[in-house]
């Protein structure tokens, strides 16, 4: 083949690839874009889901509390059953809701607002709901069966406890779905819901499926479908050919510096997606509210606000937990003195009838083991009576150095041989607390490190540094550390590690240090302890913490 002939196939060949590149780049781009707006639907449609869920469960918890004001504030007329009866058609009516029973303690049906007939019949299922906590329950309803969110509160009626049970028929609110084009559905558990489906127009229908109660797989699911996105239309080959050029002309510095801003967004959602997996929960994804990334900036949010309920209800049931371990500790520890007090008692009765001349004797002992006895009891009770009945903060404006000074100036003798030093890191600058609940805290833990340490050699340092939003408060000892099996449990009360303690101070600082929306959190090894105190400048208002 001559010269020209390869010449023009090359050049031909070479113009075939500047056409064909750009438009496989191109129609890889489309695709790629289109998977990103089907991701981005994906999870939009699983967050209104999740906020659907969490908007019937506010419904439910809200419009119970007000029935339950009600009814309690109209008790002196609502006394009798059949007042009662008539009173919940018509509760149920302003409530805007679908079910309503007032159920006794046996199960027995009081009232019935949804079907009055079932009045005077039993509903066990319903009596076991946990107070306070939505569940979905299968159960009829006059001609039918109905799935329903229902929920149950403890009630006063005619000075006996009852219960108020109200609730949703979920296959009813489900036809008000919360987003245009969506339809909603109630499905059990574990239900396929079959290949990907497309609507008349020849779009993909879009599917998500969420448990109606967070936390258990095996409650039905609340299942949506809605189109997805548009596809993108094809380029026209003039369009495409004035591509070609740009890219030609773009192609060194320009493409670089495209493609390292369109992956900042992925970058940054990279990095919040790992702090998120160490548990911060109080940083934000921010994004344009115009484009794709924003919304999924905006999805990000919402799932981060619904985990902080989560935690919020989880730091609930532990601090439950907690109450229910301390009741059962004081339990134990009111049981020790009884013993003695019992044998004192014993013996005087024994010495008045069988040794009436040592009785005087024995009077006067056994009394004082009685009275140490009581006064112990005394003490018991106290401390657990200071802890429950700890005020709330009164903050107000306060130099954030000035209780870690008086907790070291005040304590600085308390231990001979041990060194007591303070380290203030900077201006820490004002901040809005409660001084003397902020030096109770700090007091306890110096107290606690200076018990740690060894008579000789020992030491103790105070730190205080100011942040951004924030100051916190350090507390080091270069003790043997707290023993492994207490690290998990050393805030709860009734946990400690000195003999003779009260175990109750770190869980009142705890208590503290939560109470002024802050966090305490402990560091321990053999070579020592460091408690940090991190409270905000200025508590939190109306926004999620």
Request: aromatic content about 4%; hydrophobic content about 45%.
């Amino acid at each position: 083949m001559s010269l020209p002939a390869r010449l023009g196939w090359g050049l031909a060949l070479l113009a075939a690839l500047s056409v064909l590149a750009p438009a496989l780049a191109f129609a890889a781009w489309v695709r790629w874009e289109q998977q990103g707006r089907l991701a981005v639907a994906q999870v939009n449609l699983q967050a209104d889901l999740v906020s659907q869920g969490e908007a019937w469960e506010r419904r439910l918890k809200e419009e119970s509390a007000v029935l339950v004001r009600r009814l309690h504030e109209s008790s002196p007329a609502v006394r009798d059953a059949g007042t009662l009866r008539a009173w919940a058609p018509s509760a149920l009516a302003e409530a805007h809701l679908d079910l309503l029973w007032v159920l006794s303690e046996d199960g027995s049906i009081l009232a019935c607002g949804h079907w009055p007939a079932r009045a005077g019949g039993r509903q066990m299922s319903l009596r076991t709901l946990p107070a306070g906590q939505p569940q979905v329950r299968r159960m009829a309803f006059r001609d039918r069966d109905v799935t329903g969110l229902v929920l149950a509160r403890p009630i006063t009626w005619n000075e006996q406890t009852a219960w108020l049970v109200v609730g949703l028929d979920l296959n009813r609110a489900a036809a008000s779905p919360p987003a245009a084009h969506t339809r909603l559905a109630i499905q059990p558990a574990g239900e396929d819901a079959g290949a990907a489906r497309q609507d008349e127009s020849g779009r993909r229908l879009l599917f998500a499926a969420v448990p109606l109660v967070a936390g258990d797989a095996a409650a039905p699911h609340l299942a949506g479908r809605r189109p997805g996105p548009l596809p993108l239309p094809p380029l026209p080959v003039a369009m495409l050919a004035v591509l070609v050029l740009a890219a030609a002309v773009a192609a060194g510095g320009g493409g670089a510096w495209l493609g390292r801003r369109a992956l900042a967004p992925l970058s940054h959602l990279d990095e919040m997606a790992a702090a998120l997996s160490r548990g911060r929960l109080e940083m934000e994804l921010d994004g344009s509210p115009v484009d794709e990334f924003g919304s999924l900036a905006e999805s990000f949010n919402r799932m981060i606000v619904a985990l902080r309920h989560q935690r919020r209800e989880l730091e609930t049931t532990a601090r439950l937990a907690a109450w229910r371990d301390a009741a059962r500790r004081l339990a134990h520890e009111v049981k020790n003195p009884l013993a003695p007090i019992r044998l004192s008692m014993e013996n005087l009765i024994h010495a008045r009838v069988h040794a009436p001349g040592r009785f005087p004797e024995l009077f006067q002992e056994e009394c004082r083991t009685i009275l140490d006895e009581v006064d112990a009891l005394t003490r018991l009770v106290d401390t657990f009576s200071r802890f429950a009945r700890l005020p709330e903060p009164q903050r107000r404006a306060t130099p954030a150095a000035l209780a870690a000074r008086q907790v070291v100036r005040l304590h600085r003798d308390a231990a001979p041989g041990v060194e007591l030093q303070l380290e203030i890191i900077g201006d820490p600058g004002i901040a809005e607390l409660d001084p003397d609940l902020v030096g109770q805290v700090l007091k306890n833990l110096v107290l606690n490190a200076l018990a740690a340490v060894p008579p000789a050699g020992g030491r103790v340092w105070v730190r205080c540094e100011g942040h951004e939003d924030a100051v916190s408060y350090q507390v080091c000892d270069n003790g043997p550390g707290i023993p492994a099996g207490m690290r998990d449990h050393i805030f709860e009360p009734r946990v400690s590690s000195r003999p003779g303690g009260t175990g109750l101070g770190l869980a009142v600082a705890k208590q503290i240090v939560t109470a002024h929306g802050g966090r305490l959190d402990m560091e321990t090894s053999g070579e020592g302890t460091c408690f940090t105190v991190r409270l905000p400048r200025t508590p939190a208002v109306g926004k999620e913490s």
